[in-house]
């Protein structure tokens, strides 16, 4: 379509499969009910499985082995998706998860865009009026009211907080390791956040008796696959465009993590997840453009 920012698009993909991810990654954590500990197994699971296809396909490729700064970014990356994933579903585990993925996606999308603008400059009038209705449509459509709520609490709050830095963090990594190509920077972030949440595990109480793994690993494998698609895209998105428009709308992913739980859990969007929702075209239009 002549006009369109054709990595924008891609970066809307990538927000479409995260944001399948995340309700798979949440409907995983409710599912085995087994606190952080469980969750972590659940997320080396689904990084675990996603990292031996990487590899497969590495191998199948000749691909160099990865060297000096960009590889030490993809492992950072790897670092911080690891534990936010950790912390993010499990703040969806604890009740609604409109709140918690609305805080994760601002910050997600706030960190990178805010560094991409200093570092390459402002883009147009046009796409930064886009960026402002984003962040609100992302607040808005993420942020309402649901009959779950009350369960999730300051602890779901705190989770998403930390869970939104390090997406931050995560979304800046991944640009920075572009150099290795598309593959290679995820799969070696894969091997950071298995080998973080390994470690991080040491310090972790055993998991409680009666974990339901039956429930949570087809969950696991859809998050996997939702997740590492979604990794693909991004780095599509900022190889050929700039990383404030894609992280930005790659942080567009709690809708589809709201769209999805509406379906599946009958959280019913409010009238202010609807604007937040008419929003996010809006935006979406500004900025593509």
Known sequence: MPGL??????????AASWGGGDFCGGMSSKAVDGGMSATMRLVMLAQGSSLAVLVGLLIAQHAALPHGAPMLWALLAGVCGGIGSVAFFNALSRGGMGAPAAVSGLLAAALPAAVSIAMDGAPGALKLAGFVIAAVAIWLVAAGESPESPTGGRGAMGLAIFAGAAFGVYF???????PLGTLMPVALARSGGIVSLAIALIFTRNQPAGVRWTAGWRWAMGLALLDTGGNLLFIAATRIGRLDVASVLAGLYPAGTILLAAWQLHERPTRRQMVGMVSALVAVVMITV
Not at 5 to 14: C, E, G, M, S, T
Not at 172 to 178: D, E, G, M, S, V
Request: cysteine-free; hydrophobic content about 75%; glycine content about 0%.
């Open 5 to 14: 920012d054709p990595a924008a698009l891609i970066a809307l993909a990538a």
């Open 172 to 178: 800046l990594a991944l640009k920075l390791a572009n």
